[in-house]
């Protein structure tokens, strides 16, 4: 298996441009999670979905910031307008669902809003 | 406030030497208790995942053990290698859903030839 697919791998945007961050989840997996990782915060999530419906989004910021998930292979998370304060590395994960399932990470999105 | 504290925050070692890193949690409930080593510029990937009734496990040359009565976790890592420079990162878990995790923020070990 391939893993978690991120893409971009680095995205540099200007503040108040909209960015959009993909994930491929490992086939099979029903448990999709965002992460947000920074020096300060360190590894916070954003978003849980289960099954493809979002169960608990109480991580996400601000109304900047939403997620999807139209299906079981793919999930996306947005942010508009961006800014500076949003530069981080993003990380998608996925899991089987199970009391003692392993995340399975992405190797991220490094975002940069200048 | 559930909280996961990892030391030492950073460390190095020879490689060929053992080396333990220690995590103290305060998360309730508990469900289970992970380690988690993240290469620089990549993911974080799954060692050792521990539940309430289990006090070690060993992936290769780690090992980890889990104290749940004084909330205490350690992984110990045998024989270091160059490519085990990296941070490791504890979790604890809430529940079994795994949307309740906990992070610590990190040891970041350096393995030095």
């Known amino acids: 298996d391939a893993g978690v697919i991120q893409s971009p791998r680095h995205e540099v945007t200007e503040m108040g441009q909209e960015v959009t961050l993909r994930c491929k989840p490992i086939s099979g997996h029903n448990s999709l999670f965002w992460y947000r990782q920074t020096m300060m915060r360190g590894l916070e999530l954003l978003i849980y979905f289960n099954n493809n419906v979002p169960i608990d989004d109480s991580g996400m910021p601000e109304d900047r910031f939403s997620a999807k998930m139209p299906n079981a292979s793919f999930s996306t998370l947005k942010i508009q307008p961006s800014e500076p304060r949003d530069s981080a590395v993003y990380f998608c994960?996925?899991?089987?669902?199970?009391?003692?399932?392993?995340?399975?990470f992405g190797n991220g999105t490094r975002l940069t809003v200048t | 406030k559930n909280q996961v504290e990892q030391s030492p925050q950073s460390l190095i070692i020879l490689e060929g030497k053992n080396c333990t890193l220690q995590c103290n949690y305060t998360v309730s409930p508990f469900s289970n208790l992970r380690w988690y080593k993240q290469d620089t510029g990549r993911g974080p990937v799954s060692l050792t995942i521990m539940t309430f009734s289990e006090n070690t496990k060993s992936n290769g040359r780690y090992t980890a053990t889990l104290d749940a009565d004084t909330k205490q976790s350690s992984l110990h890592i045998t024989a270091s290698q160059l490519s085990d420079s990296a941070s490791y990162i504890c979790v604890v878990s809430a529940n079994n859903a795994g949307n309740m995790l906990t992070f610590g923020g990190g040891t970041r070990l350096m393995v030095k030839p």
């Open positions: 994960a996925s899991s089987l669902g199970l009391p003692t399932s392993p995340l399975h």
